[in-house]
Every structure is written in C-alpha cells, then in structure tokens.
C-alpha cells in the first residue's frame, strides 16, 4: 500500500518500508542480472537452431574439415580486446581501470553514479581512506585496490553486487553490453565449426 506523501508514518513503519522497498529493488536488479544471462544463452542457441541450412558443396567440404573446440576463458571484451580474468572482482577492476584510462572525460560521471548506489561508503575515489569513512588506514588498504593512475576501487564486494556495479559503470561511461563490452562470467567451450 503506497501512503500519500502528506500521511504520517511512525518511525518503525517508515524503517520497515523503505528496508523491504530496498530489498525489493536489490532483488530486482539481481532477476535483471539473472534474466539478461539467460537471454544471451538463448540468443546463441537461437542462432544455431535458426541458421539456413548450407549449400550441399559447402557442407560436403565442411564435413571433410577438423571441427576444433575451444574455450573462452572467464573474462570480457573491450572495444574488440580478450582480457582473461580468474574472478569477477578481477573482472570488475579491471574494467574500471580501462574506463578510467580510455575515458577520462567519463571518470566524473562514473563516479558521481557510484557514489549513488552506496548508503555508507563510495566505490571508486582519489584516496583510499574516502572509499571507508570511520575505517583504518589498514582496513581500507586490505580492502581496495588502485585500479588506475591514484584512482582505488573497493574491492569488497558480492558477485552479484559486482554485477550491478558494472552496469553502473557502463552506463555512466556511456558503453553498452554487447557492444562495446562482452563478459563471461565463467568459462564457454565453442565449436569452431571452420576448423580454423
């Protein structure tokens, strides 16, 4: 029930609203995540189970050349560049740095949108000590990496909550999924059916 902005809410009340309306929106961005993985699988499969069939003399050849399998490993592309990651806060920093170091113009904005997502602490700053008010100098330094030229990203994070970051990112630097960046989340075995 959504109560007119006129109305007055007990304390308690307006806490236990605005946890669960957090909790539903951190919920739904993680179905988005979930939901978009899913659409990029059956895009693939798709594409395989929709392709026209080849001619008989290219299948006749095809049929005679090596079919090879191989692996893309967990990682992204960037503008058209592999980068292999072993974890998804490699992933992350790593693509924050090349934003920073490709997108200097963006780096504001970038952090300007990250900097809305967190309640009690930022996600990328100048200094290590901004990124973790009221925490030690050792903490946050177990805590963040330097990501690019003085630029320290916290590394404490969820792999869903990395998920949303990258989105953030994405859209304050102005890239898009799919077309500017690729991520693989985890290993994808290919069939290259050339051969090649």
């Given at each position: ?31 988005l ?14 594409d395989l189970?929709?392709r ?5 003399i290219?299948?006749?050849v095809?049929a005679?050349?090596?079919?090879t399998?191989?692996v893309?490993?967990k ?7 592999r ?6 806060i ?6 924050l ?5 490709d997108?200097?113009?963006r780096?504001a ?5 990250l900097?809305?997502i967190g309640?009690?602490?930022t996600?990328?700053?100048k ?10 100098a050792e903490w946050?330094?177990?805590h ?22 990258i989105?953030?990112?994405?859209d304050?630097?102005?890239?898009a999924?799919?077309r ?6 985890s290993?994808?075995?290919m069939?290259?059916?050339?051969g090649?």
């Open positions: 029930m959504i109560t007119p902005m006129g109305a007055s809410l007990s304390t308690d009340n307006l806490l236990s609203r605005y946890e669960l309306t957090r909790q539903l929106v951190t919920l739904h961005e993680q179905t995540v979930v939901l978009r993985c899913q659409l990029e699988e059956d895009e693939a499969r798709l189970a929709t026209p069939p080849a001619s008989p290219a299948t006749a095809l005679d050349a090596p079919r399998r191989r893309l490993p990682g992204f592309d960037y503008r058209g560049r980068y292999r990651c072993s974890t998804d490699e992933i992350y920093l790593r693509l740095a090349l934003v920073i170091d997108l200097p113009e780096v904005y970038v952090v300007e949108a900097s809305r309640h009690t602490r996600y990328l700053a200094n290590r000590a901004d990124l973790f008010m009221g925490r030690s946050a330094a177990r963040s990496a330097e990501v690019a030229r003085g630029w320290y990203a916290d590394k404490n994070l969820s792999s869903a909550f990395i998920r949303r970051l989105g953030v990112v994405l304050a630097a102005n890239l999924l799919d500017d960046v690729a991520i693989r989340w290993q994808r075995a069939i290259d059916e050339t090649e």
